[in-house]
């Protein structure tokens, strides 16, 4: 039981879990929409009627926040295998225009790995227009050493760009043909998302705009102010939807007839350190992390881990933001990982 008035990790949540082909455990609770606004005056939510809220399900659908990054950094590596990009091959070979990025000899793989030195963002919210948006992420030069790991929303931003130059296409449409459509992904898009869980009603000072309570619509305020399609936030999916990913990920880039990547290029994603994968972070991993277990987090309350070494895969998605976003806490999703590797029998020789 929670004390009285202590607010808990999330308003609802899914969770599913699997083994190679098999969902083994899935489990919902709580709810998709269960406050109307934040009351900044007593730090608390203002809870809907009973009969008005709306129950999470395990078809709900979340704003998956940075796992976007995940389907932007599979973009990037199909285009690596087709040989239409080099994963070594500097940023300003193909994006001149990005002087920032061209100056200091910035990297693809610098971008995937986040060791290229970049910031974690820039206010392109508070921009005036798209044109302003643009010049202030092609200006963008390293704030840090390069090689030193830095986790920047802008790394993706830039890939988002660089496979649009090199492809000729949107990146919505590169994640849609390449990605989800072949894997019969259906509920995975770009919002807007009529039906999501609720994330945040965001005001300031504690969000960076005023925008409301959120359901449906981006709750990352860049992805927003760029339209709702970004390298680094932006996608909507279930956690069916994203077992399927895992599913792909854990069959060396196959499921069913369709086929996304090889093998070789699904092993590079997840080798230590990972591109645009996190590789044995126990802080969400629990005990899955040690062996190669690779997987990400989003900040409204998403995540998922893929085990390679067990064949095992965990789904957690949660509205922690809702009503409002509170410091990080990773801890129930390591436990829950800890939970799937207690309950895992070794693979044989």
């Known amino acids: 039981m929670l004390p009285e008035g202590a607010r808990p990790w999330c308003a609802g949540a899914v969770l599913l879990a699997g083994r190679g082909p098999v969902i083994a455990a899935e489990a919902v609770c709580g709810w998709a929409v269960r406050y109307s606004a934040y009351d900044e005056r007593v730090d608390r939510g203002v809870e809907l009627p009973p009969a008005a809220r709306v129950p999470m399900t395990l078809d709900t659908a979340f704003d998956l926040a940075s796992l976007t990054k995940l389907f932007t950094s599979i973009a990037v590596v199909q285009q690596i295998e087709r040989g239409t990009l080099g994963i070594d091959a500097k940023?300003?070979?193909?994006?001149?225009?990005?002087?920032?990025?061209?100056?200091?000899?910035?990297?693809?793989?610098?971008?995937?790995?986040?060791?290229?030195?970049?910031?974690?963002?820039?206010?392109?919210?508070?921009?005036?227009?798209?044109?302003?948006?643009?010049?202030?992420?092609?200006?963008?030069?390293?704030?840090?050493?390069?090689?030193?790991?830095?986790?920047?929303?802008?790394?993706?931003?830039?890939?988002?760009?660089?496979?649009?130059?090199?492809?000729?296409?949107?990146?919505?449409?590169?994640?849609?043909?390449?990605?989800?459509?072949?894997?019969?992904?259906?509920?995975?898009?770009y919002g807007p998302r009529p039906g999501a869980a609720a994330t945040e009603d965001q005001g300031r000072p504690w969000a960076k705009a005023d925008r409301g309570m959120l359901r449906g619509e981006v709750h990352d305020e860049n992805a927003w102010a760029l339209g709702g399609v970004a390298g680094h936030a932006g996608l909507f999916s279930t956690a069916h939807d994203l077992a399927v990913l895992c599913r792909t990920l854990l069959g060396g880039g196959s499921y069913g007839t369709a086929r996304i990547l090889g093998p070789d290029f699904v092993d590079l994603m997840l080798a230590a350190p990972g591109l645009g994968f996190a590789v044995d972070q126990p802080a969400f991993m629990g005990e899955l992390a040690g062996s190669g277990a690779a997987g990400h987090t989003g900040f409204t309350g998403t995540s998922l881990v893929i085990d390679p070494a067990t064949d095992t895969f965990l789904v957690l998605l949660a509205n922690t933001v809702h009503p409002r976003r509170r410091p990080a806490d990773s801890a129930p999703r390591a436990a829950a990982a800890t939970r799937l590797a207690r309950a895992v029998i070794p693979l044989g020789p």
């Open 91 to 189: 940023v300003g070979a193909y994006l001149p225009e990005f002087t920032g990025a061209a100056a200091h000899g910035l990297t693809v793989r610098g971008l995937l790995t986040h060791t290229s030195g970049l910031r974690p963002e820039l206010p392109l919210y508070a921009a005036r227009d798209q044109a302003a948006r643009t010049a202030a992420l092609r200006a963008e030069e390293p704030a840090f050493p390069p090689g030193e790991y830095r986790y920047s929303d802008l790394n993706m931003l830039l890939l988002q760009h660089l496979l649009e130059r090199i492809t000729g296409r949107p990146l919505d449409v590169l994640v849609r043909d390449g990605i989800t459509r072949p894997l019969g992904m259906t509920a995975t898009s």
